[in-house]
């Protein structure tokens, strides 16, 4: 049973399971994984041997260029050229063939829902149907023509008698439930990325909503259980997702990210969105707007990055004729801290909107592209009155120090969904069968539920 995706406009509460994984897992399985980012399409090639640690063994990356945006795929040739290339690097590096793809996947218009499924178990032993069957309750009241519906192994829960455990399946008990994520996605984002997929001749294994598999990407086991909130700052999206007992309380999509500060300074200083780019990462976010909310906490500035000296003239490359040429750093401050301020104050009003503030023990983790902005966290932490920091990928064995950048915490938590999808599979705790014989299972179950 495929854990990515239910077809709004099919049978209810099928889970469609894209052929895929092919055998049990292994000592030494690999996996591949992509994100497809809106300024990059990522690539990784991932083993992972007993224990929790995952070694990288090739990644590869190449320019968006603006082919998927928000999600959505804008141009399909363009974005199967990025992807060969990124996969093309990955093989060569990893010296491995891959077969299929574990993907990523958010977007404009997506809901999110944590429902919960409840079965009697028969015979008192808990066997896959029930599993299956408690699945489906759970997702029956989110369907919808038109859309999908994505969960992940790695964000449920099974309760038997109320009674929390690991993997039910075999275990004795009278009532099973089932608390799981879900998000409902526009069926024409997941169709265009799996094709962009299998245009190369690869299968697409498994979705994973792409705030999920940044805070796998990034939180400790100590942040899951404690609580933290993941806010994975990309180009054209900002994801959140909140952990506690190791539990996910919430997540959200927001449609903005880091290229609304680079439309801003392109308009306010009228420049090329590269040079506003590159201006928003030389200079970041100034330190006098965030010392005086800050009080006697010192600043968080990023390794390599130099403290402010105060406003210095900049002369700038590509305006367009007839504006100035040059212009003072106290603009671009401006700039940046206002726009910066009020979309962490928008995340911060969601968060409190749902009653998920008291769960920030361990505070808020920023990771992404945006979140190399030098101050990034210092504005945060005046925003989210809480403890704050950057997200780098962890619990991973590297060759290259590149990978431990923020932009490569969703990749890297893609990969560890991936060996739980795997290992789940292994361990019967989800089918690997088509939609067509779930249909026969869901109609059996049906029939000797309510007419035997």
């Known amino acids: 049973m495929r854990m990515g995706a239910v077809r709004g406009g099919g049978a209810a ?10 055998g049990v897992r292994r000592r030494g399985e690999t996996v591949g994984v992509v994100d497809f980012g809106s300024r990059e399409i990522r690539v990784l090639i991932a083993r992972q041997d007993d224990g929790d640690e995952m070694a990288i063994l090739g ?31 990955a093989e060569r590096a990893a010296r491995v063939k891959v ?41 029956r009241d989110i369907l919808a023509a038109g859309k999908r519906i994505t969960s992940s192994i790695t964000a449920q829960e099974w309760y038997l008698d109320d009674l929390r455990v690991q993997n039910p399946l075999g275990i004795r008990g009278q009532v099973l439930k089932t608390r799981m994520h879900f998000a409902q996605i526009p069926a024409v984002i997941e169709e265009n990325l799996a094709a962009c997929i299998e245009s190369l001749r690869l299968e697409l294994e498994d979705l994973i909503f792409s705030p999920l598999a940044a805070a796998l990407g990034c939180l400790t086991p100590e942040d899951r259980e404690l609580g933290a909130a993941v806010l994975d700052l990309g180009r054209s999206t900002t994801g959140l997702a909140v952990y506690r007992d190791f539990r996910i309380l919430g997540s959200h999509c927001f449609s903005w990210g880091g290229y609304h500060l680079t439309r801003d300074i392109a308009a306010g200083l009228q420049v090329s969105f590269d040079e506003a780019d590159a201006l928003i990462l030389e200079h970041g976010i100034s330190d006098r707007f965030v010392r005086s909310e800050l009080g006697d906490r010192p600043l968080v500035h990023i390794p390599g990055q130099s403290a402010e000296e105060g406003p210095t003239p900049i002369k700038l490359k590509t305006v367009v004729p007839g504006a100035p040429t040059t212009v003072d750093s106290g603009e671009i401050d401006v700039i940046l801290y206002e726009r910066a301020h009020e979309l962490l104050v928008k ?12 769960s920030l023990v361990r505070g808020v983790v920023l990771t ?60 019967g705790q989800i089918e690997l069968r088509g939609a067509g014989s779930s249909v026969l299972r869901r109609t ?7 007419f035997l």
């Open 368 to 427: 992404g592209g945006a979140s190399k902005i030098r101050n990034i966290v210092a504005v945060a932490e005046a925003v989210f009155q809480t403890p704050c920091r950057i997200g780098k990928p962890v619990g991973i064995q590297v060759g290259t120090h590149e990978l431990l950048d923020p932009e490569y915490s969703t990749a890297v938590g893609i990969a560890r969904h991936a060996f739980q999808y795997r290992a789940a599979a292994r361990d």
């Open 99 to 139: 077969h299929s793809l574990f993907c990523g996947i958010n977007g404009r218009n997506v809901e999110t829902f944590i429902r919960e499924g409840n079965v009697k178990v028969e015979h008192d032993v808990v066997e896959q149907e029930h599993m299956l069957e408690a699945r489906d309750i759970a997702s």
């Open 59 to 89: 990644h590869g990356a190449a320019p968006g260029h603006g082919c998927v945006s928000q999600g959505v795929v804008q141009d399909r040739n363009a974005a199967q050229a990025a992807l060969r290339q990124a996969l093309t690097q």
């Open 13 to 22: 509460g099928v889970f469609r399971q894209v052929q895929g994984v092919r």
């Open 444 to 450: 059996a179950r049906f029939i000797r539920r309510y």
């Open 347 to 358: 995340v911060r009003q969601h968060v409190q909107s749902r009653g998920l503030s008291k």
